[in-house]
């Protein structure tokens, strides 16, 4: 423990953000660094608890507590405590290839785990992360690192979100020559375009992209596999393949008026306004500027669609949810250390109330109807609001319409945030793998090889729709497994 009284003697302190209406002039991360004085004393917090819960990326109640990649918390705190960056970023690394990431878009289980939240609030772990990492790029700790020896092995990764970025990431440290494939113009996945730069900079993956290059990963953008190249070439050419595509088939919403212009996938839209960000020549981008509108789905995406949104220009953004509104407070069924199930006021949420005067979300309500003009666009949505009713013999949560509730809204802009229903199949169906009834890739449980030798899969490909640590854990599991199938042992972490 770096300081046995830090967390009687400190209160938690985060790190500044950007004025609201500041920030939403522009689409640039709004998080600013404290003082490495401050960030030591909020990593003097950590009290060293005997069972760090922060780190046990246990299932709890079908959700994780802690940190599914078992990162080192306790360890790296009393390291940025006393100073001593390099060897924190060393433990840091141990667990994570990519902790710039998840130090930025992760919704922090540890913290939610912290034994110090149980009755305070709980060490800034995924910001000492954040300061860790930055440290070690800027003082050349993040350099490239070539393997020394190679092993005369290939790999093919499909897919260059941070499942496939993880398994390259450690197959090449192993020695393997890695190439990823990646159907979009540059490599991140969901990384690069399902989330928005004021949380994710892309200069950030770039920097990252960049280094593992320089170590010896080859990444081919613009090849569709599938498409533009088959499955059996790819396995004549190389050992081993790693599928990792995610889980990008999006839920609709199945209502009449679907068909009306202006109604759109979430990600489809935050893709086309990051594309136009990176390369304003890029126009086939979907601007709100002016239009009111509609996120459906209450979860990061929606909120990322709702800053998005707020910046382009909006006249006005309603964030609808079929859920009711989560508690502000833990419920008695939902004790520590299980993922608080409570309400969460996010950046975009924040915005929308600073802006509009209001919160965005309406819960409880669903739409009915879809309504263009007579021109097929959409101008208006017929709204229902729901009832929720406990099923006495199966325990199960049953929703209804309630009779009189509908009511219509003027509506120019839907965007469709409702979650995933598993991974695309034409990358399956060519490698010929099997899938589960929710469409991700089957395999034995706990285990990463398909029904195809020598074809591997991870990530939300092969879970279901994730978190980014999820996918990160997933790619080092699903190298392992390659590794020790490549050369009979393994000393992949």
Known sequence: MGKPTGFIEYARQGNEETGVKERIRNFNEFHVPMSEEERRTQAARCMDCGVPFCQSGMM????????????????????LYTGNYEHALGRLLKTNNFPEFTSRVCPAPCESACTCGLNDAPVTIKENEHAIIEYGY???????????????????????????????????????????????DHPGGLLMYGIPNMKLDKSVIERKIKVMEAEGVIFRVNVNVGVDVTAEELRQNFDRVVLACGASRPRDIKAAGREAEGIHFAVDYLKRVTKHLRDPEYTDYISAEGKNVLVIGGGDTGNDCVGSSIRQGAKSVVQM????????????TNPWPEWPKVLKTDYGQQEAIAVFGSDPRVYETTVKEFIPDEKGKLKQVKCVRLAWTKDEKTGRMNMSEIPGSEYVMDVDLVFIAAGFLGTEDYVAKDFEVKLTERMNVATKAGEYRTNQKDVFTA????????LVVWAIREGREAARAVDQDLMGYTNLN
């Open 321 to 332: 949810e079929m859920m009711p509104r989560p508690p502000v407070e833990r419920p008695e």
């Open 60 to 79: 709890i109640g079908g959700m994780a507590s802690g940190c599914p990649l078992n990162n080192l918390c306790p360890e790296w705190n009393e390291l």
């Open 138 to 184: 800027e003082h050349g700790l993040m350099d490239p690192k070539p393997p020394k020896v190679r092993t005369g092995k290939t790999v093919a990764v499909i897919g260059s979100g941070p499942a496939g970025l993880a398994a390259a990431d450690q197959l090449n440290k192993r020695g393997h020559s890695v190439t990823v494939f990646e159907r979009e």
């Open 459 to 466: 990530g939300d490909m092969h879970r279901g729709q994730s």
